[in-house]
């Protein structure tokens, strides 16, 4: 991503030549999994680094009944967009949830409207790098397998977002109870020494599944690390309650949490695994949606007698 957002703040620099060699890329690029896990808080976080003025887009709201007006809020998007590129010598376009004008277009229940926004937004993007304008589109989705194929084909970069593993949440979850602490609130030194205990035994573990298997496992892949944990011992702290939780997640059990605290005015472990436990982890609700897709999908499959084929997209780059 780095070098990403690099060449963006040259690109202007470049224009002219590019495009007298017919060589403009294409600076698209497509985020995409779970709610939840970062994609548009990183794509803030370097437009800040790089100092480059960036714009998010609820793209749902371009989306209108009346025939017509989603292509021209589009266009009018990024006709705007392109003009502050031009004067800024860059800028970024962020489509949050994309798929609500990207839909795929051989899917039988998709409204005329889509189906034309679809096309309207190709040729967007296909005029912004036929031009050069210094404007990054990104596109974020949490259904990438709704995306029309062509959507797809049209962003360069694919980056592909998944929960935080245990290393991850534990640094998250220290980042939040330091908040907590900065705040000026007590937070329960016992909370700490826990979650430290329990990381080491979990990688521990990971290291045994590691010798046994001849390669690193993700924490997902089929939950085989958990699985193992499980069989074998009697952890039962926050880096395992949290086991498929969002960033998100782990900070709305944080506040949850800080509820508590204001009034006794110190955290306690008890009172921060609860409220994590309240939240609940996005994996469940992701899980259920897909089970139900599935199940709409061979419905409609006998009801009509074809089956429609999800558009898994393409490889990632």
């Known amino acids: 991503m780095d070098d990403f957002f690099k060449a963006l703040n040259k690109y202007d620099d470049f224009t002219e030549q590019l495009k007298e060699t017919k060589l403009n890329p294409s600076l698209t690029v497509l985020l995409y999994g779970p709610p939840g896990t970062g994609k548009t808080s990183l794509t803030r976080g370097f437009a800040k680094k790089y100092n480059i003025p960036i714009c998010v887009v609820e793209t749902d709201r371009l989306v209108s009944p009346l025939l017509g007006d989603t292509i021209k809020q589009i266009r009018r998007v990024v006709d705007l967009a392109a003009e502050i590129a031009r004067d800024r010598a860059s800028f970024i376009l962020f489509f949050d949830?994309?798929?609500?004008?990207?839909?795929?277009?051989?899917?039988?229940?998709?409204?005329?409207?889509?189906?034309?926004?679809?096309?309207?937004?190709?040729?967007?993007?296909?005029?912004?790098?036929?031009?050069?304008?210094?404007?990054?589109?990104?596109?974020?989705?949490?259904?990438?397998?709704?995306?029309?194929?062509?959507?797809?084909?049209?962003?360069?970069?694919?980056?592909?977002?998944?929960?935080?593993?245990?290393?991850?949440?534990?640094?998250?979850?220290?980042?939040?109870?330091?908040?907590?602490?900065?705040?000026?609130?007590?937070?329960?030194?016992?909370?700490?020494?826990?979650?430290?205990?329990?990381?080491?035994?979990?990688?521990?573990?990971?290291?045994?599944?590691?010798?046994?298997?001849?390669?690193?496992?993700?924490?997902?892949d089929d939950d085989l690390l958990w699985k193992e944990i499980i069989k074998r011992s009697k952890i039962d702290g926050i880096l395992k309650l949290t086991h498929g939780y969002s960033g998100s997640d782990i900070e709305r059990g944080t506040k949850v949490s800080l509820l508590k605290a204001m009034n006794t005015e110190i955290l306690t472990y008890d009172m921060f695994y609860k409220a994590l436990k309240l939240v609940g982890g996005t994996a469940i609700h992701v899980d259920r949606q897909n089970r139900l897709s599935s199940n709409r999908s061979s419905n409609r499959s006998g009801k009509y007698g074809n089956k429609i084929e999800k558009n898994e997209g393409p490889p990632e780059i």
């Open 97 to 220: 949830e994309i798929d609500a004008i990207g839909s795929e277009r051989s899917n039988i229940h998709e409204v005329g409207e889509i189906k034309r926004a679809v096309i309207s937004f190709l040729q967007v993007i296909d005029r912004i790098n036929y031009e050069g304008v210094p404007l990054a589109i990104f596109g974020a989705t949490n259904h990438q397998n709704q995306l029309d194929s062509a959507i797809w084909r049209r962003f360069t970069f694919h980056l592909r977002f998944d929960f935080p593993d245990f290393h991850l949440r534990k640094k998250i979850i220290e980042s939040f109870l330091n908040k907590i602490k900065n705040a000026k609130i007590g937070v329960d030194e016992s909370i700490f020494i826990n979650l430290e205990n329990e990381y080491k035994e979990v990688q521990s573990f990971e290291k045994d599944v590691k010798r046994k298997v001849g390669h690193r496992l993700s924490e997902f």
